[in-house]
């Protein structure tokens, strides 16, 4: 089979390609091994010259890997910190609701809940904690005590 990209095509893959490795670089302590994700970025790092994106990759002569340059990291830079803090405070937001939910119900009235009620109960909370968080971030985030 034959891919054929254009040049534009061909910058979109590499972006798309560093944002996925980020994402897998994270979780490269957990057991998975990720060498076939390594290879095809390596391998597609490799038309960059093709291309004329030199600049966006390096060449690492004694593993023989093309791996994204600091010019590739700096560009992508402003999607990938918008992409983290979103998560974070998605998270954030989800996890605290969780715990409301809790503290509010109890477990025992939350098992008799269906799952539509505890959604939009759940919701109304994350709502909440997004809104704060957008326009405060995490100023007025407070912990009690750490353990």
Do not use: C, W
């Not at 960059?48 to 966006?56: D, I, N, S, Y």
Request: no cysteine; proline share 1%; aromatic share 14%.
């Amino acid at each position: 089979m034959e891919i054929r990209l254009t040049t534009e095509q061909y910058e979109v893959l590499i972006k798309l390609i560093y944002l996925g490795q980020v994402v897998i670089d994270t979780a490269r302590e957990s057991e998975r091994d990720f060498e076939e994700y390594d290879a095809l970025a390596s391998y597609i790092y490799s038309y960059a010259p093709h291309f004329g994106f030199k600049r966006l990759v390096d060449f690492d002569e004694a593993e023989g890997v093309y791996y994204p340059s600091e010019a590739l990291e700096k560009m992508m830079f402003e999607i990938f910190s918008t992409f983290a803090a979103t998560t974070f405070f998605n998270q954030l937001a989800s996890e605290l609701a969780d715990r409301d939910l809790l503290r509010e119900y109890g477990q025992e009235r939350i098992n008799q809940m269906n799952l539509k009620e505890i959604e939009e109960k759940r919701n109304v909370l994350i709502d909440k904690y997004l809104r704060e968080f957008a326009e405060n971030g995490v100023q007025n985030l407070i912990i009690d005590r750490i353990s």
